[in-house]
């Protein structure tokens, strides 16, 4: 079993009425102890993926799996529990600290 399934991902925002495609129909199989590099130049969705795939934000669309789970259906409490026990960010800005 792998470490995270991504299968069909998409992420949509909205501006003034128009609908803006950031990912659109991402796959890719990360198996466990596996380590990668997301690369790309700059507005080509590399955040708004990381923010998916680190369940900062919901996907449009697709699944988001974590050995096996799909926690694109998880509520909020067992979302922020999942986050809280499995996933870890290093922020490049540190806006949520003071100083």
Same mark, same amino acid.
């Given at each position: 079993m792998a470490f995270c399934e991504? &299968?069909?991902l998409h992420k949509s925002y909205f501006l003034? !009425?128009?609908r803006i495609d950031v990912l659109r129909g991402v #796959? @890719? *199989?990360i198996g466990a102890g596996e380590m990668l590099s997301l690369t790309g130049a700059s =507005? %080509? =969705?590399k955040s708004t993926f990381l923010h %998916? %795939? !680190?369940t900062l934000d919901a996907p449009t669309a !697709? *699944? @988001?799996e974590f050995e !096996? &789970? #799909?926690v694109t259906r998880l509520d909020d409490a067992a979302l922020a529990e999942f986050r809280n &026990? *499995?996933?870890g960010f290093v922020f490049q800005f540190h806006y949520l600290l003071p100083e």
């Open positions: 991504i &299968r069909n003034d !009425g128009k #796959d @890719l *199989t =507005g %080509v =969705g %998916v %795939v !680190g !697709g *699944t @988001l !096996g &789970r #799909d &026990r *499995t996933i």
